[in-house]
Each structure stands twice: as C-alpha cells, then as structure tokens.
C-alpha cells in the first residue's frame, strides 16, 4: 500500500521525540525528513538513544530548512516548533500544497487579538486561520478532519478538560459561570530547555502551582468550552507542576444544571464516546500511571451532592493524547484511516 | 531550669519519628518514654538510623501501655496513634493529670454524630471533648492553650485550609458557598504502613485524587470554617496524590464578598498573622519544597478578575506544620513558652 | 494461523503485569486463562486498570490451582510465582505435558546444594532439573531452546552480568578471579509486596546497598560464568537500590587477560551478538531510561588504562528483558519463533 | 563574644545556598556579604523563599568583586565558586590577609600538572598551594587546621571515600593496586547550572554511569590516598548519577592485606574516628537519606570471604558533609571552635 511522506520539523523537543517513536512504527506513514536546528547532521539515534535498533534510527536530521522539506517530497509536516516559528513554516508548506500537522498554539486560537494578548505579538498568519481545524477528534468529529489541509492540534491542558466537560455543556449539564480547574503537570509538559527551574534538583520533592490566573491555554480552554456552551464560558484554570515527567491530571468542579447529576454525566459521555477508542471512561479516580505511553485518557465523575457539586476527572500523557499521538490519531482521520492506526 | 518530661506514645510512624527529632532537641523538655508496639525493645537508633548519634540515640522504645507511661512520670504525652486508640490513651492519662497532645483525629470534631459518620463507629471518650482545644495556634490564639490538658491538634489538609482561609471567612470577604478546594499531598501523610498502593513503584510517575467527596478531613475542616464564618460552611474538598515524601500544597478557589480583592485578603492576613511566627506571606506561589523540614507554612493571594474568584494557595510540611511540628508549638504556648521554642 | 494457547499463573505481580501486556498483544498466542490467588474472581482491567480497553479487559483471574490450568487447555504456562511454589505447580504442568516457561529461580540452578544453601530448604523438584533450559537466548542460543518443555528464565541481575560478560570470558579476555559487580536496581525488582521498606516514603531520596556480599542472585551469576569460562569463577557482587520504578544498571570491573583491550571485547561482542536483536552496542554509558519499556538490553566498555581494569555497563528494563520480555523471546525460540515476536 | 565576618562568595548555586544556610545558623559567625554576579541586588529571600523569615532574608546580595568584599569587612570568605575563578578571588583575599575557605578544586591538588590535566589548563595560582591545607578533618586532623590561612575543602567523592579508605591504607589492611570505587551521586552534586542533561524529564527514571575512568575528582583521591598509604595508589573510580536530589553513596571494593578481616576495619575506624563528631559507624548499609540534612557520614565495612574482599559502604550528604557543611567543620577548627558549632 502506497503510504506518505511525512516531515517532523522541529523533531528533538519532547514532542518531536515523541512523534518519531509514533511515525517509526506507523504502518502507513514513511517519515522522509526529520528538522531540527539544533541536531541537524546527526542520527535518531545519537539524538535518541533509545532509538537504536529502529528502523529510523540511522536517519540524520537536516537543518529546519522550507528548502529541505522541499527536497524531501513530504506530503504531510508534522510541526513540532514554538509558537510563531510554527507559522512561519506553514506559510510556505501550505502554499506548496503540503498537509500541515501542526503542534503549536498558531492555529488555535480563532481570534487574533486574543493571541496577541496571550502570546505577545500579532499574529504571524491570520490568512490560514480560516483553513484551520481544531484537530480535537472526539470533539470536531471525524467529518471535519476529512481531508483538512492544516490541523491545529490542541494543548495538553485543554485536551484534558475538553473531554470531559465538552459533552455536559452541549447539553447544560453543568453551569457554566461555576467551573473550576485545577491540573498537575509532570516537567516534560515545559518542553526540552535547558531552564534551571526545571531541574531534577528543583522540580523532585516540589508542588507548586504556576501560571494562574491566565496561563496560555486559558484562551484555548475558554474558546472551545464557549463553542460548545453556546454562551461564553470564563473559568478559573490553575496548574500545577509535580515532580512527574508525564502526565497531566485535571480535577474539575462544577455546579450541575438542569438537575444534572453523575447518571447524566455518564450519559451524555456514552452519546459522545462510545465509538472513540482513545476515551476510557472509568469507574475508579484517573491516575496519570494508568495512561503513560498510550494515546488514552481516562475520565472519571463524583457527585458531591454535600456541596451541590459535580466532580470531573481526567488523566492523559501529555506528550501522546496531550501532544503528539492526538496529532497522529487526527492525521490517521484526515487521511481515512481508522484513528487507532499506529497508536494500539 | 526545671524541663518538662515528655511521653512520646506511638513513636515508630513518621509523625512520632518527627516529634521524636524535635523533642531531642527541644530546650525545655524531658523525653522519659518512647512507646512503640512494634519497636519495643529497640533503640532509637535501631528504629531511626539517622538519629544516630543523637541524645535520644540509645534510648528503649516500650510498649505502649498506660503502665509503661505512668512508671516514666511523665507530665506530658504526645499521642502520635490512630484514632480510637488514642481516646484509650487520653482516658487515663487525663485521669492521672497528665497533659495530652493528641495528633489523631479523636478530638477535633465536636460531634459524636459527625465523629461517627466519618470514622465508622461511636467516639470513644465523649466525655473528654468538653476540655479538649482544638490546637491551631495561628486560629485559636494563645490564651485558649494556656496551661490546656487536652490538645486536639489538627490535621495536615485542615491546617493548610484553615491559615489562608480563616481570617477572610472571619471578616465575610469570601462567599461562603463558594469553596472549592483541591489539595496535594506526599504519601507520608498515609503513614508507614505496608500498603501495596504506597509501595515506590506505585506512586512514583502517578497523579491521582482520592477519597473525594468525603475524605475524613471534610468534617473537620467544615467546622473550623463554619466557626469562623459564623455560618454554616459546606465545602467541596478534592485530595490528591502526588509522588513526593513531604508536602501538602493546597489551592483555594472562592467568591470574593463584600467588595473585597487581594488587598482585603492580605490586610486580613496582616491582621491576624503579623505576630505569628510560622506563618509566612509570600508573593510568588508557595512551594512544598520551601517549607520541607520546617514548622512554616506559605500563603499566598492570586485575583482572578476574569472569572471573578479570589486564589489562595498555601504549603507546609505536612509531617512537621500539619502535625508534629505544630503539636510541639502548641505544647509550648499551653506551657507559658515562645510558641518557635525548639522549631527554628 | 493456529496460536499457542498460554496461561500466566500468578499474574497479578509484576512481572505477571508486564506477561499479561506482552502476551495480550503477541500475534501467536492466546491467553486461555490467568490465575491470582488474591486477584481470582476480578478482571484484567480491574487489577490492571491500565489495561482498559486491551483486548484482554475483560478477563477474569481463577484461582492458583491446577485444575484451573487443566480446564482451560493451556499448551504453555507461564509461571510469575514465588521461588518453590513454582515447582510445585511445574511438576504437575509437565506431567500433563504442558510447557512451563519459568520466571521463579527453582530451576536456575544446577545444584540442589547450592538451591539449599540460597534458597533456605531443600529444592522442592530436583528430578526437573535435568529437563530445564536455563533460558538466556544470547548465551544459550536458538538450539537449546527449540521444543523445550521447561524454560528456567533467568533472574534480572544475572540478565544484566551475563549479556556482557559470558564472551569475554569464553575467550579468556578477563581475568575470572578479578571480577567485581555492582549493581542498581528499580524498586519493582522487589515485587508488588506489601513491605514498609518498599514504601515510597522509605524509597524516595534513599540511595543504598543491600544483600552483599551473598544475595540469591550470586549462585545464578557465578554457575553461568563458570560455565563460560570452564574454570570456578567467584565474583564480589554488590546490588543497590535505587529511587526508580524499573531498571537495572550493572557495573562490572574487571581485569583484562591475554592481553584485551575494549577493541578486542567489542569484538567478542560482536562475535556473539551480531544476530541478536535486543543486545545493543552503544558508544555512550547505557541508562535505564533508553530500555524501559523495551526488551532491549545496552552494554558498553570503556578501558581504564590506569588502573589496568575493562570497565563493563549494562541496562535494562528488570522487568522485561529482566523477566517478562526474556520469557517471552526464549518462549518464541522454543516455538520456533523469531525471536522478536510480539516484542518490538 | 566577638564574632567571625563572613563573607559568602558566589552564594547563588546548591553550596553557596546551604553555606547561607548553615552560617546564618552559626553562634560565632557573622554573615557581612553574600555575592554573586547572577543575583546581586537581590534579597536572600527573593533568591531562596525557603529562607523568608531567617536572620538574613532581607540581607542583599551584591555583586562577585573584590572590591565589595573588602568593603563589608569580612575575615573570612568562602568561595563557592568554579574552579580558576576560585583562586582569581584567593590571591587578593590572601593578600589583603583574610582567611579562605574554598569550596573549589583549585587549591586541592598538590601537583600543578595534574591540575593542568583534568581541570584543563594551568593552575592559576600556583603560589598560593603552599600555604593550601587539604581540609578534610578527619584526616588531617585538628592541629593542621588550627589558625590556616587558605582551606581547600575537599569535593563530595573524594570525602566519600577517603573517610572509610584513609585509616585501612594507614595501616596497610587493604591492597593498594586492588581498589575498585563505584559512587552514586544525587543530581545537585552537577551544581545549579541551566543544562538539559540535568532537567527532571532526563534523570527521573534513569541510571547511568559517567566520568569514568577520569572523572575530575580521581586524580585528588588518589593523591589523598596516596599519602596514606605512603605509596602511589591508583584506582578504579566510577560515577554515577541516580534521581535524588542530594546524596553520595561509595561502595569500595578491595582485597584485605596483612590478614585484615571486618574487625580490623573497625578496630582501625575506632582508633581513628572515636572522638570525631561527624563519622557514623553504623551495622546497617549506610543509607543516603539518613544523612540527608545533615554532615554526618555513615561508614560500614562487610567482609566478602567468598570472593576475597573487603566492601567498605560510605553516606553522605554531598552539599553537607561533602561541600558547605564541610567547609563550616574546617572553618570551626581553624578558628579554635568545637568542630560541631553550627552544625548539630
């Protein structure tokens, strides 16, 4: 079977990482080029140790170059670049006609002027906003990944709380003037920098919360949580980071409406997720464990009927179902494969 | 100057290991009797290597008997059992006169009925609660420890509630219904005890919550914070578990009252904490990391405009400020002494 | 294709964890039953709530007898048992015919003496010993496993010595009564047990030796060097354990002889491992962190011209090429499998 | 009584920090000046929370000159600083008659080629080594520290090993050519620098060796053994790195000389250690976290008859006992103070 060619641009970051161990061993992807400005010339596995005996691990990244993913004759890019640098690249690769998979904020958010107040400068190429798609499957829905020519993937935090707030506000089962989410990173989550407060010395034996109250992913969160409303939905979005490498844990509480309670919630999940094999819905708390290395994530409900709550709870890796393997799972629907290909 | 002699009972957990290396170097106490079912007959240094060489070092645990107690002439014993079994130690030793720092749970809560919902069966010595003080100095003050008998101290999550909370609930600056609190906890906080679920290789790389909605600390919690409020307060409260030793981060999310903003909150603060010693206000978001090893606890204020809530976030030991650390400061208030003697 | 019909007895441990993992995805084999004496009556994803969704979920644990075995028609048996307990299950296993791939160490080694003297009794059925293959497909190779009704699997540190050792002491390249071993273990090599040692509170931050200079390990490593070597080899073996769930770092020290050098052990390597597929040679130090999760094992040598000694290092996941994978490879060999099956 | 200025120099990394730690703590010290280019204008608060609500808090921390130290008075600087820039501070400081405590390699090895060879250019002041005391106390005991001008504190591994090594080479109880050292070490031994290597994701879950065979502190244990054993001694020495945040474990192996068996070992170690404060000699295998926090070194001794040699087990904290904790012991002694002033 004829299979594509894919690029990773950007490929030595956590997430890069993480799509060439996916795309290695994809059944219907050829990777052609691997990018990475600060690896160029040396092998998956110099980079990548662990990649030794792959078959990919005698390929050399080249240079984040427009011209070396020319040259490759990649049909798909997989983006794995900071926010801005990303447009950058798929300006030209759109142009060229070449699918864009992209895992950065660029193509998130639908309004430029709230990128520009979240990620501090305008918006590097509103022109593609427009063909964008927001690539959350269980969300969008297969018909809207049919073909896209330019993914935007969603963050690892938004994943976690989309899931499973998504189906309860398309149906008023929660109020949404009362959200409150509280979530745990592990440190991959802040990328592979050389950053001091990431160290092993200064993360182990470490809680702490950051970024609240309006970390980058708030506007994500917000937008899609809206969407799904039909009314705009503010929230409180407070993350923490825990001395874990994978793995992000949302808590969240919410006013139940409509005299909703943990039934309905499992109701409402069964109408969305039945056919989604990636969404786990248990019966026991979510523990980030259960899920590391897979592209699932598990979600759970507690009725606090004490303090008039709904309790939601969801668990992912968030280098695979919060990064890397949702990029995979909604190029494998773009493309027409079943969204499991490459990924069980 | 004349010390005071200190029973320590049920010394072999990790709260009686942590009252033991305080009390080895406390100033004005006496350690006359270490009691341990499990370690009788061992050393201090047997049972606790690092306390080799220390002055307690070859100090005897023994069994942990009423008899054993009243032999050692103890004039105050700290009671580091679980609840039930600590009532059955408080009964005779307040019958003898002697001064009970409890650290169980069995005389924090007012009510035999709540008592008896939340721990599963009748309380053991309802006729000691009347002269119990529930023994969080930042929130009962000093006069009502002075020359106490029986010390109630309380526990690690509501310690870490009760500091940033207390003193906004006191002057009506938060909606009372508006609670919503997700706390972090290491696995010391479920003591030494051979369970698989708090074996390394299940907690290290796991994120999970637990015992929500009704976590044996709710009640407790609820009280102090109806006391303060002078209302009744219902809350949501959601522990988790994250893969440190030490450690209860606990984040706060509520409806501002009466007009009131980070401002109120840290004039509230100024108010009741300028003279306590172990309570710190800090303006970056508190850490477990900084307070590890000591008897301080980290608070800090966030205002989330845009959804309209007030963030609070606190951090302490919970071995040390949410239990032993805090009995001994109590201790020392109940006896005339300066509440830091022994913990700087 | 017709497949193997396989049982894993005692699979609610680890190593019957990570069997369950292998063998619900290996493509020759179907899992007739699965036996816990404490997990009998519950389903794989209950036990193993990771496992939700495999294809195995639904499949409930019996109970430990053999009975159990019988009725479910198993051709092979995995055995994930304690030491003695597994001969006994093994004996009746072979007498029905069935194949018994063995992860416990009761037919590990040759002499029922040495059994005696590390294993505390006498070896509960020395008349297997004559059947049993000590199962190490690197050292042993592919002919002594084909059709073999007993597979003795190696322990995880024998694993981890042997894979760098056994060719240069076939070839006289090191001196055999030089040999000096220390080792870093993850805490799972210890097993899911219920251990106050093992807690995470007692693991965290924690860095020591154990079991020196006579752990159970030594008889296993020493019998299959001296075989290698056709003289009595005695080593000093020192095992640690470390603050990680998996993995086994060994480092061996010895003296070159004949006059080698790292050249001339890479080519022994090289010699005996060109064909195989899950020893990697590496330049760079191994790390556990490249071969968790994999049945991959890393070796390297570095010559300390100084001191006159090789320096040897190994890494390995102690769970799968430890254990599990390894049962799996050599139970591939057996059948006439390539060895990889169901592993990469 | 009349205290001691400090001066703290190059006060921001993991030893500069426990230095401001244990000297804000000390009776007989005065803290006048903490520097460090990264940090100054900074308080110690701001720069380590964990130290709100100590003694220096508020104190600033001023730019690393030499001009702003002769300005704050002190009598004694310690130098936490890397190594040549460590004696680009020492030859003004001697100059101007202020004692020195340094922290770096610099003035450790006697030789200036050796220096040229591992630390990768010549010594930068050769002039100073002279007056340079080797500063460890145990072994060179309190009479060369009385009144020293200029102390080269050891680094961790080196202590590590010397301690339980120096008193069985003194006496010949060990073979000389026969020593084999693996050492693990926790990650804030690499110091606080912006590195990925370091980062939590890279060293959580991982086990590797490093630095072998000609780590940077070989070349000063083998001039301290050396000196010992009154012979040239060489080593094999292996490092390792294990995820925790602080902590050195050595494990020494080595043939027995002149019929020396464990009792010997010990009886050496009573001879030599029994009025020394610091050195534990404990039954059990010495455990990192027992040490944790404090300047103890636990030490053991096993005799492997079997295989011929003596395991000698070593514990310490490496920002402690081998780093900052150190420095203080040797600053006491120097000053004529009881070797635990500050430390206990």
């Known amino acids: 079977m004829r299979k594509v060619k894919a690029a990773i641009v950007g490929a030595s970051g956590y997430s890069g990482e993480e799509l060439v161990t996916l795309l290695a061993r994809h059944p219907m992807t050829e990777v052609v080029a691997l990018t990475s400005r600060q690896s160029a010339g040396r092998t998956v596995a110099e980079v990548f140790p662990k990649m030794s005996g792959s078959p990919l691990a ?11 993913l020319a040259v490759s004759g990649a049909e798909t890019a997989f983006l794995a670049l900071p926010h801005g640098l990303a447009a950058e690249f798929a300006v030209p690769l759109r142009a060229a006609g070449v699918q864009v998979v992209d ?37 969008c829905g297969d018909q809207a990944l049919r073909g896209a020519g330019l ?121 969305d997720y039945a056919e989604r094999k990636f969404v786990r819905r248990v019966r026991h708390f979510p523990d980030t464990k259960n899920v590391t290395g897979t592209n699932f994530i598990d979600i759970a409900v507690r009725e606090d009927s004490r303090a008039g709550n709904l309790l939601l709870f969801s668990a992912e890796d968030n280098l695979i179902k919060g990064a890397s393997g949702q990029a995979v799972q909604a190029f494998n629907i773009s493309q027409g494969w079943d969204e499991t290909t490459g990924l069980l």
Chains 1, 2, 3, 4 share one sequence.
């Open 151 to 271: 993914l935007a993937c969603p963050g690892c935090y938004p994943t976690s709380i989309q899931i499973p707030l998504v189906p309860l506000l398309r149906r008023g089962l929660v109020a949404a003037d009362s959200i409150v989410i509280n979530s745990l990173s592990g440190t991959s989550g802040a990328g592979r920098k050389a950053d001091v407060s990431l160290l092993f010395a200064e993360c182990n034996e470490s809680l702490r919360a950051y970024g609240a109250p309006k970390h980058r992913h708030l506007p994500e969160v917000e937008q899609q949580l809206s969407i799904a409303a039909g009314i705009k939905v503010v929230v409180s979005f407070v993350p923490h980071l825990a001395p874990v490498t994978r793995g992000i844990l949302s808590t969240i509480v919410a006013k139940p409406a409509n005299g909703a309670d943990a039934a309905a919630v499992e109701a409402a999940w069964e109408e």
């Open 58 to 68: 005698t390929m050399k990244f080249v240079d984040s170059s427009a011209d070396a």
């Open 103 to 139: 895992l950065s904020a660029d193509f998130r958010l639908q309004s430029t002027e709230v990128f520009a107040e979240y990620y501090g400068g305008p918006h590097p190429a509103p022109e593609l906003l427009k063909e964008a798609v927001y690539a959350l499957p269980e969300i």
